[in-house]
């Protein structure tokens, strides 16, 4: 399967993005997938995680009432609306999708996009 991830950009503190990211096989219908991020010279990290039916999330705690997953199964995409964004936020953000229904653990993230970068600055 193969992940296209978009929406990535500058913006300023306070500022909001949306990230999407299209799966090319329907076979993602029933995986579990996920928004991570790494900044420079830092680990990736998990940012937020999506069951297969959408039906459960997980948000990292520096995220938490600020940042929101979604999908979309009819077209096998994901979402991330960024709000209120922060400079802490700058990274590189990555979509996958995970082998397991809902993961947040990333060793059973196994399909990984190319990565958006998003800049929050003044």
């Known amino acids: 399967v193969q992940l296209q991830a978009c929406g990535g950009g500058l913006v300023q503190p306070g500022g909001s993005l949306r990230l999407s990211c299209a799966a090319s096989?329907?076979?993602?219908?029933?995986?579990?997938m996920g928004w991570f991020r790494q900044a420079p010279g830092k680990e990736r990290e998990i940012v937020a995680a999506?069951?297969?039916?959408?039906?459960?999330?997980n948000y990292a705690d520096s995220v938490k009432g600020r940042f929101t997953i979604s999908r979309d199964r009819s077209k096998n995409t994901i979402y991330l609306q960024m709000n209120n964004l922060k400079p802490e936020d700058t990274a590189v953000y990555y979509c996958?999708?995970?082998?397991?229904?809902?993961?947040?653990?990333?060793?059973?993230?196994?399909?990984w996009g190319q990565g958006t970068q998003v800049t929050v600055s003044s």
């Open positions: 999506i069951s297969w039916n959408g039906g459960l999330t």
């Open positions: 996958a999708v995970s082998r397991m229904a809902m993961s947040t653990s990333r060793t059973t993230y196994t399909a």
């Open positions: 096989a329907r076979t993602v219908s029933n995986n579990g």
